[in-house]
């Protein structure tokens, strides 16, 4: 439960100057009804009650920015900046209640200024946690909020926000339906983790350096399954080469900076049989006919890029239409090496 207590009727003139007035939902309810009424915000006034209500319920509660900026041109300004130095005394009166409080933060905040935001909360509410919507870093990107936002959640969680609210492409322009809460979602996960590694929190990485790892050795499967979202890496992988190859359809075989520093680590090893300083080994490459299809990528249909620009497909004369039997979705990794190294993979 969020109680929007610290939008005071003092706090109102300064709501005048903003571009946008009051965006949250609570601080412009109780806005209206400070001035139908002509009095103070009323769970103010009622705090301690409020408190102890809580309190006999055990409930931890949160403490709404009523008065949060709704665009950039409002950020910091004085409105939110007299609510928040509020926000800080009912955490401290709702503390002094043997409440438990997290406090809410701003929802739109140049990029600059986020970490003077983060600091200037973790100093007025004494260390208790506060969360963040995003914020967004701008304003013109309706449709792609869930970018813009997890760019501020980003710098805000490093700077000391303790939870992110997500926001979806459909902030400000309608109701989220499952793919945009998805997209919403995936866009904070990535926030949260890219703060959690660059605070170097413990064990943050490791998922990380592994994935890295499986990229170098071009290990699909490992890949896929170090991804967060599996299914999507695999069906964008899928899409144009949906066999185990070591390259993949983004610079073709030629050009696969990752698969020509795998023959450089191994070269360099003196492990290969035709280690020979002078003359670096060229390895197999592409078929005439493969190569063009590469070099067309983008005009033929996936059936022909299918066809044309697997090795293996080619060598073995698997079906068109099918994957071949050591792809990763048909078998596991160990069984999948044996089959490569038989051949028979059809
Ligand atoms: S082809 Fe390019 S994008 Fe794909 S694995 Fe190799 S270097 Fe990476």
Avoid at 179 to 201: F, N, R, S, T
Avoid at 214 to 233: C, G, I, V
Avoid at 318 to 338: F, I, M, N, W, Y
Wanted: charged share 25%; with cysteine.
């Amino acid at each position: 439960m969020t109680v929007h207590a610290g939008v005071l009727r003092e706090h109102l003139p300064f709501v005048e100057k903003r571009l946008i007035g009051i965006v949250s939902r609570g601080g412009s309810l109780l806005a209206k009804w400070m001035i139908h009424h002509g009095q103070q915000n009323p769970l103010y006034s009622h705090w301690e009650e409020l408190c102890s209500v809580l309190r006999r319920w055990d409930v931890t509660f949160s403490i709404g920015d009523g008065l949060r900026p709704g665009g950039l041109a409002d950020a910091s300004d004085e409105a939110q900046l007299r609510e928040l130095a509020t926000l800080g005394e009912l955490c401290e009166r709702a503390w002094r209640c043997g409440v438990q409080v997290m406090i809410e933060g701003p929802g739109h905040v140049p990029f600059d200024q986020v970490e003077y935001n983060m600091k200037l909360e973790r100093r007025l509410y004494n260390g208790a946690p506060f969360y963040v919507l995003g914020p967004l870093v701008t304003d013109i990107f309706p449709g792609y909020d869930h970018i813009t936002s997890s760019i501020g959640a980003t710098a805000a969680a490093y700077h000391g926000a303790s939870m992110l609210c997500y926001v979806t492409p459909k902030e400000h322009l309608g109701l989220p339906k499952r793919e945009d809460v998805k997209q919403g979602c995936i866009a904070y996960k990535i926030a949260a983790h890219a703060a959690d590694v660059a605070l170097g929190i413990p064990g943050a990485r490791d998922r990380d350096d592994e994935l890295t790892k499986a990229r170098a050795a071009l290990n699909w499967e490992k890949h896929f399954e170090l991804s967060f979202d599996p299914d999507t890496a695999r069906a964008f992988h899928d899409e144009d080469l949906d066999v185990d190859t070591d390259f993949c359809a983004m610079c073709g075989h030629d050009w696969c900076s990752v698969r020509i520093s795998k023959e450089i680590t191994t070269f360099l090893s003196g492990k290969d049989e035709a280690y020979e300083w002078e003359k670096p080994q060229v390895s197999a490459a592409l078929s005439e006919d493969q190569r063009e299809i590469l070099e067309k990528r983008g005009v033929l249909s996936t059936e022909e890029i299918h066809r044309l620009a697997s090795k293996t497909r080619a060598q073995v004369g698997v079906e068109r239409g099918r994957k071949a039997s050591c792809h990763s979705d048909l078998t596991d990794p160990t069984h999948a090496r044996q089959l490569q190294s038989t051949g028979d993979v059809r």
